[in-house]
């Protein structure tokens, strides 16, 4: 009895290095794009702000620190969509990707326009000018 555990419980291992290694040589067929997104005005990090590979499914969310990651990419050439609310869009062309590399896109967002004249105050009136 106690040799079968320990056949199976070798079994077992040698399966599932197999299947990590599997795993990792499929990983190094792709490549990844990271980066810091920073509010072009003030250099702070821009919370929220969506990273996305246009015409595709693939893209990522900023974090607190304005940092992104979009891992697995096929190789190939992409265009960078960055997007938030408050910001105008950022697109940037001819992103090339190799096989297994990593790719570093740092970005600047330009805040739009302040629209309104003035901020209101918390009880509804506006501010003397």
């Not at 810091?36 to 015409?55: C, F, N, W």
């Not at 893209?59 to 050439?77: E, L």
């Not at 629209?115 to 000018?129: C, E």
């Amino acid at each position: 009895m106690l040799k079968r555990l320990i056949l199976i419980g070798i079994v077992s291992i040698v399966s599932f290095g197999a299947v990590c290694h599997r795993q990792l040589d499929q990983d190094s067929k792709f490549s990844s794009i990271k980066g810091k997104v920073r509010d072009s005005a003030t250099g702070e990090p821009v919370i929220g702000v969506t990273v996305a590979i246009k015409g595709t499914k693939m893209g990522a969310q900023t974090d607190p620190s304005g940092r992104y990651r979009i891992a697995r990419i096929p190789p190939g050439d992409y265009i960078v969509i960055c997007t938030s609310v408050g910001y105008y869009a950022v697109e940037i062309p001819d992103v090339r990707l190799s096989e297994g590399v990593t790719r570093t896109l740092d970005v600047k967002l330009k805040l739009f326009p302040n629209v309104y004249p003035s901020t209101l105050h918390l009880d509804n009136t506006r501010p003397t000018q």
